[in-house]
């Protein structure tokens, strides 16, 4: 469904991906993890178009992707990035119907919202509140909530859990997998490599800007490289 090939991305002089291949299968959860400055965020801004890259293809359905994060959107690919970056002063509900702005099918987009408040019933609770006064878990749920509005058929998630306390990790997790359930593929990025790969099909491990690792999620978590680097086991 998602193809990416030899892809090389550049900041200036650093050279963050070095030619990295991976493809993402409709209905699965992927995974990649890796540590900090590995690129994973690179990946998924260079999928979103948000980033120029020089070298190598990105494909959706056998189409060439464009560099352009409006584009990628209405194509059905969808990122929540890292940090949550939700519009402070809007409401709750403002901020999630602005993540159906590039849609016009009024019905669905209502039917839309209501199950993104089945989802996430805190939100529901809280539509009128100010966004920038929510925790930061509850932001993280908008942050996912606006992402769905977009009607994605991939959703790229970037690091859902980071800072998140333990209780809402979990929560988080299992949102993924209720989200997997509505009929969406997820390309997840993380550094919490247990709970990632505790819930993906297959992984990728991201090191300093290659793929050094892929495979069943279960080959993964299970390879004592990994265990050691990304699970803390000796
Ligand atoms: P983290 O888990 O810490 O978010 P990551 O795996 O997502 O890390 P990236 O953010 O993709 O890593 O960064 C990959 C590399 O590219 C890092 O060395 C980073 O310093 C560098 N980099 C990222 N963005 C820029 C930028 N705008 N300009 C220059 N270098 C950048």
Redesign the pocket.
């Known amino acids: 469904m998602l193809k990416v090939q030899d892809l090389n991305v550049f900041?200036?002089g650093?050279h963050?991906l070095k030619g990295v291949s991976l493809d993402i299968n409709k209905g699965e959860i992927v995974t990649i993890i890796?540590s900090?400055?590995?690129?994973?965020?690179?990946l998924l801004n260079a999928i979103s178009g948000f980033l120029k890259y020089k070298q190598g293809v990105i494909e959706y359905k056998g189409e060439k992707l464009p560099i352009s994060p409006n584009k990628v959107v209405k194509m059905g690919i969808c990122q929540v990035p890292?940090g949550r970056l939700v519009f402070a002063n809007l409401t709750v509900e403002d901020n999630i119907m602005l993540g159906a702005y590039l849609r016009k099918d009024k019905n669905k987009i209502k039917e839309d919202l209501e199950k993104v408040y089945e989802l996430f019933p805190r939100l529901k609770e809280r539509e009128k509140q100010i966004a920038g006064t929510l925790s930061g878990g509850e932001q993280q749920m908008l942050a996912m909530g606006r992402g769905l509005m977009s009607d994605p058929e991939i959703m790229l998630l970037d690091?859902p859990s980071l800072g998140l306390a333990p209780l809402l990790v979990q929560t988080v997790f299992d949102i993924i997998i209720d989200i997997r359930k509505m009929d969406k593929t997820i390309l997840l990025v993380e550094?919490n490599a247990y709970k990632a790969l505790s819930i993906a099909d297959r992984a990728y491990v991201l090191e300093q800007g290659r793929i050094k690792m892929e495979g069943s999620a279960k080959y993964i978590a299970d390879n004592p490289a990994v265990r050691e680097a990304y699970l803390g086991a000796k």
């Open positions: 900041y200036g650093i963050a890796g900090n400055g590995a690129g994973k965020s690179t890292e690091e550094q």
